[in-house]
């Protein structure tokens, strides 16, 4: 069998959770292969509000299992603290989910740096969650890094005492005050717990499975844009968020990928510092956020929105070998009379279609505009949506010569139409 893949295609909460949690049933393993608990995936159920950080999207379902993969990072209180709130959802959690091994650690210092590395930057901050997720992947790929598999060697907390001290050194660099022993007290109560669940060999999980006929979907986290390779960067996050990063994430071959289902708003949002060349910052944006509730799910923060960026999630597409696209949230445009897409910039005085090295805080857009559709979609198959709903889909289709599958009308389950008769 083969593994499909599902990611984001903007700056994040494109509504992820949700077309997860749809899909779910379609598959026998969900797996996240990258990000840690900055990332918040949405679920409504039964009118219930349910926010996922770290476990898959597909822990409410029946024998669904779910595998946090090595490429997240994790912080053993927040996955724990989830794991209490899942089992109180009547799940057997502890049957259903799977841990990776070689997934990392978040220690109580790695927070702290993130703090006070943020708060040294001043203006020119990223705006990051403060989670100790950059820190996390910086000690990884300095080869520093604790694993979940070391909780289980009898000299891991020596291991932790060694990492804990180099993170200690360069905090008083920064002469930040800090105290981390009630955390640090939580911590390894959290750890204990974590020996209580399914710690695998991640890579052999999945490989196994897939030679066995199972059918597996990578869920990834925050968003394309945010690709600490191909994203707007320095404003970005701390590991591959596209397509490629489920490889690596998961211990997966590339010829095993199959569909890469990718997530859009009608709209787009940012959450955090970054350059946003359709931000909309004026009565309509605000229309927007208050319209689409745009609030970060982890951290809070109010979304930065804008018009929907078709330069952007063409590129998106490109990169990630997007095979069909989820478009989410597009009752939130229900009330407006005309609709924006921008379909290219002025670059040095030149259309482009193409995304500059160095994307600005500010660019010049060209825009296409929609007639709204100012009515509530009420219908249950997708012809049953607005004719100038219906038009701009085609439009989108078109210009990213991608189709669209689904198109979700509001945040419960059974608010996701269905455009194709076969999606997966």
Not at 285 to 307: D, S, V
Not at 330 to 348: G, H, M, R, W
Not at 363 to 383: E, K
Request: glycine letters at 10%; charged letters at 25%; proline letters at 4%.
């Amino acid at each position: 069998m083969s593994v499909d893949v599902l990611i984001g295609l903007q700056w994040g909460d494109e509504g992820k959770g949700k077309i997860v949690d749809y899909l779910a049933p379609n598959y026998d393993i969900i797996a996240r292969f990258q990000g840690g608990p900055n990332a918040g995936h949405t679920l409504v159920v039964n009118k219930e509000k349910i926010v996922l950080h770290t476990i898959p999207s597909g822990i409410l379902h029946d024998n669904t299992y779910n595998l946090i993969g090595n490429g997240v990072v994790i912080n053993p209180i927040t996955l724990c603290q989830e794991m209490v709130k899942v089992k109180s959802w009547g799940v057997n959690i502890q049957k259903y989910l799977m841990i990776a091994e070689k997934a990392h650690l978040i220690l109580p210092t790695h927070k702290v740096l993130d703090a006070a590395s943020e708060a040294a930057k001043g203006k020119a901050k990223i705006g990051s969650t403060l989670r100790g997720i950059g820190p996390t992947y910086m000690d990884k790929t300095g080869r520093n890094g604790l694993r979940i598999g070391d909780i289980l060697t009898s000299d891991f907390k020596s291991k932790y005492q060694k990492l804990k001290e180099k993170h200690l050194e360069i905090i008083r660099m920064y002469d930040f005050d800090f105290d981390i022993e009630e955390e640090e007290k939580a911590w390894f109560e959290s750890i204990e717990e974590l020996k209580n669940y399914s710690i695998v060999a991640g890579e052999y999980y999945v490989n196994n499975a897939l030679a066995n006929g199972k059918r597996i979907l990578a869920e990834g986290a925050q968003g394309s844009m945010l690709d600490i390779d191909f994203g707007t960067y320095p404003f970005v996050t701390s590991s591959n968020t596209i397509t490629a990063g489920a490889c690596n994430g998961l211990g997966v071959a590339p010829n095993k990928i199959k569909e890469v289902i990718g997530i859009s708003k009608a709209y787009c949002t940012r959450v955090g510092s970054g350059p946003f060349p359709t931000e909309l910052d004026d009565e309509v944006g605000e229309e927007i956020r208050k319209a689409g509730f745009e609030f970060g799910a982890t951290t809070g923060r109010p979304r930065r929105c804008g018009w929907i960026d078709l330069v952007a999630l063409r590129y998106a597409c490109f990169l990630n070998g997007v095979t069909q696209i989820a478009l989410t949230k597009a009752d939130v445009l229900n009330d407006f009379a005309s609709i924006e897409a921008c379909t290219s910039y002025n670059v040095q005085g030149k259309k482009s279609m193409e995304l500059p090295f160095e994307l600005q805080e500010k660019m010049d857009c060209n825009y296409t505009s929609f007639p709204g559709w100012q009515s509530d979609l009420l219908g249950s198959n997708y012809g049953d949506l607005p004719v100038n709903l219906q038009n701009y889909v085609s439009f989108l289709e078109d210009y990213l010569k991608v189709p669209v599958s689904m198109v979700s009308t509001g945040p419960e389950r059974e608010k996701l139409l269905l455009k194709q008769e076969a999606i997966v």
